[in-house]
């Protein structure tokens, strides 16, 4: 694998529960968490309801943009699991019931003694020749469509859903980071952090504030894909905080003196 290497994707969380805030998403935290892990850049999210067209735009404004997409919810037995129309749609392709999968939930009903019902076999129908994404949960699976791969909304179908699909994935140069404590808040750093990013185009700098007590301090993040990189971007980072405690010193000092 080159070291150059970079994979992108996006997430189209997909339910109108998740926009009223009747349910809170724990997908997004989740994949973003393995992706990294994976080295795979997770580049954008997006929500959107349970609206045919808001999924079909939003999933081909993503297809076409990144190497994966992940959706979650939607894929369920009831009239407003549209997902599987709205990608099928999106892709041009008829939406039908997957023989093999209608076998796997019909002997999965059987075996419970409960009735396949026409709303069940829903959980069968994707787009004509879609692959299956396993199920070890709840037997109702998954399915990939060209760089698209179709997820289960309940977080721990969905969980077992991911861990089936990562291993398949290309993968890229995983991401590296270096955490520096900073005693002063963004009002101090601002300025020369960004002078630092600018000098160091390779990385990427995040400053997170933090407030204890009645003192402001930031937390700085050092990101990139070489370790030679994010260590001289930390040197100066060790460097801007030396200076400002030696400026803020000076002052102190003068100030005493008058």
Not at 94 to 113: G, I, K, N, Q, S
């Given at each position: 694998m080159s070291h150059d290497t970079v994979v992108t994707a996006a997430m189209l969380a997909i339910g109108d529960e998740l926009l009223s805030g009747r349910t809170k998403d724990k997908n997004i935290g989740h994949l973003a968490e393995l992706l990294t892990l994976s080295g795979i850049d997770l580049k954008e999210v997006r929500i959107v309801a349970d609206d045919e067209e808001a999924i079909v735009e939003a999933l081909n404004a993503l297809r076409v943009r990144y190497d994966y997409v992940f959706t979650s919810g939607g894929i369920g037995p009831t009239h407003d699991d549209i997902t599987a129309d709205a990608i099928a749609k999106a892709f041009g392709l008829?939406?039908?019931?997957?023989?093999?999968?209608?076998?796997?939930?019909?002997?999965?009903?059987?075996?419970?003694?409960m009735e396949f019902t026409e709303a069940r076999q829903?959980?069968?129908?994707?787009?004509?020749?879609?692959?299956?994404?396993?199920?070890p949960v709840s037997t109702a699976p998954g399915f990939i469509i060209g760089n698209v791969y179709v997820m289960a909304g309940v977080p721990q179908v969905f969980q077992a859903m991911v861990d089936n699909v990562l291993p398949t994935l290309r993968t890229g140069t995983p991401v590296l980071s270096l955490a520096i404590a900073c005693p002063y808040g963004e009002g101090d750093i601002g300025t020369p952090l960004a002078a630092i990013q600018k000098a160091h185009p390779d990385t990427s700098i995040g400053s997170y504030p933090r407030y204890i007590g009645q003192k402001f301090s930031t937390e700085i993040v050092v990101r990139g894909r070489a370790q030679a990189a994010i260590d001289a971007a930390g040197a100066e980072v060790h460097a801007m905080i030396d200076a400002i405690r030696m400026k803020k010193e000076v002052t102190e000092n003068h100030s005493a003196e008058a």
């Open positions: 008829p939406c039908e019931h997957d023989e093999e999968a209608m076998t796997l939930l019909a002997e999965m009903y059987r075996r419970r003694e829903r959980m069968a129908r994707m787009p004509r020749g879609a692959a299956h994404i396993a199920n």
